[in-house]
């Protein structure tokens, strides 16, 4: 019997995750003060037209940076979403199971393997499920595996109205 499982390759919300969006906030603030300048802005042979214009100046100098920073954000979250994921292959048979992950093949004899499952909780006790990833340790003689469940998976059998839910059930738990 064979069974195909999609699994994180980093832990959400580690590091990694972190480090990424804020290089994505930083790429995205540089290129709108880019934007800016080339723009003229700062340019005082043009501030006859920014002059006239106040309003203008106004909303780009303070929402340019925002929408390019929500624009950089999304897609970047949605585009680490996917690099992380990958996939995983379970081969069973009557007296042992082959496990495909991360690039090698672990054979798991019968009655020589456990397998537990758990969340990994970041400190604090909040109320969303979609937030924690779930994490199935498997422990062999030698060695121990911790296969994170994949993000994507979770995000794709997720609802809007659900995603929206705990959105704002975090968003409550975190005014407490």
Known sequence: MTYNFRYSKFLQGGILNIIFLGLLCMASIGISMLIL????????????????????????????????????????????????????VLNIFNNCAILHYKGKEITLEKGEFSVSYGKVHFGRNGISNFLYPVVYVIKTKNEKFKIYKSVQEAYELTTFKQ???????NFLWILQ
């Not at 995603?163 to 059930?169: A, C, F, G, I, P």
């Open 163 to 169: 995603r929206m839910k705990n959105y704002v059930l």
């Open 37 to 88: 300048k080339l723009i003229g802005i700062s340019n005082t042979k043009v501030s006859i037209f920014w002059d006239n214009n106040p309003n203008i100046a106004l909303i780009l100098v303070l929402l340019l940076p925002l929408i390019l920073l929500a624009l950089f954000i999304i897609t970047g979250s949605i585009l680490y979403r996917q690099l992380i994921d990958s996939k995983g």
